[in-house]
């Protein structure tokens, strides 16, 4: 079986171990969309090339060389993408909407005319078509679709029939989506839910509920520890100082070295970095200093989503502008209802002190802070309203009304617990019903639960693969879990696909 891996930044590394624990493959290409953490990745791991000859880079694309053809792009938009316009995956890919600074901080500035971006998805797009085309891969799986390539690629494998396995965060406990669908919610989990499926443990999914109703956390979260300090906004910022952190100092002085003199990072990549701490440090003095003390007596509550993410760019695409967003809910709510809206924690340093205080200036509207506890607010709201967020699903815990905009798992639970609105003046003549309609069903939850757990597996990605997050699992431990896990969802993927 031939396997194709769509790989983005270091989750490289992560399927580089998943192909090394498994034996269902017997030939792996891989797409690599990062050019300087793929240079990292070979040096760690030098044999990589010599066991993989098929690699697409796409970095070494040259769209400025490409010529737009309308006639093109019509027919492969027609076949390919059910007529939708081919710029919905650059429209997706972070690095086409704000460019790489968006990466560091907020980036509102158009970084390509319509003309480049069309040159770059019908470039990318002929070329993993051929690449995909040559390699004929029995399956292709991806991560968490926030590449251009990614999109692309899963629309040319539906089209053609070949396999496909999305994985993304589940966002309970520590279990990874492992679907055949990039969009939410997941096709294979609509029909489960459609025929009123019973294959599911419904005893697994009533401790699960009982732990979350206790601790609303999942792998990958990073714990506030004390909500007024300094230290805890910088380390959500993710900037503590680069030289702490590296042992070897000499080598690490030649790096930024040449990262300055070579490759304009001193204008560009440690310019926005700076940035990104001043921001840190200039927030948490703006919500110290503007704290809420006594929240309104009757509000609903919109926690601000991290940008840029899967979550806002592909699932919740016509919502992407926060702030217009929370203008259009803050005028659509009856009177005497606030709306609040709550930052980010992984937030912190991106977005400038500026857009807290427009924020703040929106009539109807109570800013509060990132570290602030989200549980403790939520309980006291009338309705969660998110665009696309996990909160949604807390809510529905905590026994909330939830209101969204964008497309989430959790729509699938009963509407007298969620209610999907396609526009802003639907809240203001709905709301009062939606609230008088809303029933607490936990049969549903379990259901939805239960049915999660079918489509997923064990995966502590952030913190036991990528590093990212602390691990609960002890240092001696953790290669013997990192196998048990790769062979889960070697496991899954064989069972799934009855191979």
């Given at each position: 079986m031939k396997a194709l891996f769509l790989t983005q930044s270091s989750s490289i590394d992560f399927f580089y171990e998943f192909q090394n624990?498994?034996?269902?493959?017997?030939?792996?290409?891989?797409?690599?969309?990062?050019?300087?953490?793929?240079?990292?990745?070979?040096?760690?791991?030098?044999?990589?090339?010599?066991?993989?000859?098929?690699?697409?880079?796409?970095?070494?694309?040259k769209p400025k060389y490409e010529k737009v053809d309308k006639n093109y792009i019509k027919n492969i938009e027609k076949k390919f993408f059910n007529s939708s316009s081919i710029l919905d995956a650059a429209k997706i890919d972070r690095r086409y909407i704000g460019g790489l600074k968006s990466t560091y901080v907020q980036n509102d500035k158009k970084v390509f005319s319509q003309e480049e971006l069309l040159k770059i998805t019908q470039l990318s797009f002929k070329n993993i078509l051929q690449f995909i085309d040559d390699f004929k891969p029995d399956i292709i799986v991806g991560f968490i679709c926030v590449t251009a390539i990614e999109y692309q690629a899963f629309h040319i494998a539906k089209t053609n029939k070949i396999k496909y396995l999305n994985l993304r965060p589940s966002r309970i406990k520590n279990r990874f989506f492992a679907v055949s669908d990039i969009y939410d919610p997941p096709q294979e989990m609509v029909d489960d839910f459609s025929i009123d499926s019973n294959d599911f443990d419904s005893e697994q999914s009533k401790e699960i509920l009982n732990s979350l109703k206790n601790d609303f956390s999942y792998e990958g979260v990073i714990a506030v520890k004390e909500k007024d300090k300094l230290k805890e906004y910088l380390k959500f910022s993710n900037i503590n100082s680069r030289f702490m952190d590296q042992k070897n100092y000499i080598i690490n002085f030649f790096k930024y070295f040449k990262n300055i003199f070579f490759k304009n990072y001193l204008f560009t990549i440690y310019k926005w970095q700076i940035s990104r701490k001043i921001n840190s440090y200039k927030s948490y003095q703006y919500f110290k200093k503007n704290k809420i003390i006594n929240m309104p007596n009757t509000y609903v509550l919109f926690p601000l989503h991290k940008e840029p993410e899967v979550q806002l760019l592909l699932h919740g695409r016509k919502y992407q502008n926060q702030f217009k967003f929370i203008k259009n809910i803050a005028v659509n709510l009856p009177e005497n209802v606030k709306l609040v809206v709550k930052e980010h924690p992984m937030a912190v340093g991106y977005r400038p002190l500026s857009y807290y205080k427009k924020v703040s200036n929106i009539e109807n509207v109570v800013l509060i802070g990132p570290l602030e506890d989200l549980s403790s607010i939520l309980k006291n709201a009338q309705f969660l309203i998110t665009i696309a967020g996990t909160s949604a699903f807390e809510a529905m815990i905590q026994k909330i009304p939830v209101v969204h905009f964008g497309d989430i798992p959790m729509e699938l639970v009963g509407s007298n617990m969620i209610n999907k609105l396609n526009k802003f003046e639907d809240l203001k003549l709905k709301y009062f019903d939606l609230l008088k309609s809303y029933k607490y069903n936990e049969e549903e939850i379990i259901k939805y639960i239960g049915i999660c757990l079918k489509h997923s597996t064990p995966l502590d990605f952030y913190s036991l693969f990528l590093k990212r997050a602390k691990s609960s699992i002890n240092e001696d431990r953790i290669i013997k879990e990192k196998s048990l896990q790769l062979k889960s969802l070697e496991k899954y993927i064989f069972n799934k696909f009855k191979l």
């Open positions: 624990n498994t034996s269902i493959f017997k030939e792996i290409a891989y797409v690599a969309t990062d050019e300087d953490n793929y240079k990292s990745f070979i040096k760690k791991n030098p044999q990589f090339e010599v066991k993989n000859k098929k690699i697409f880079k796409d970095w070494t694309l």
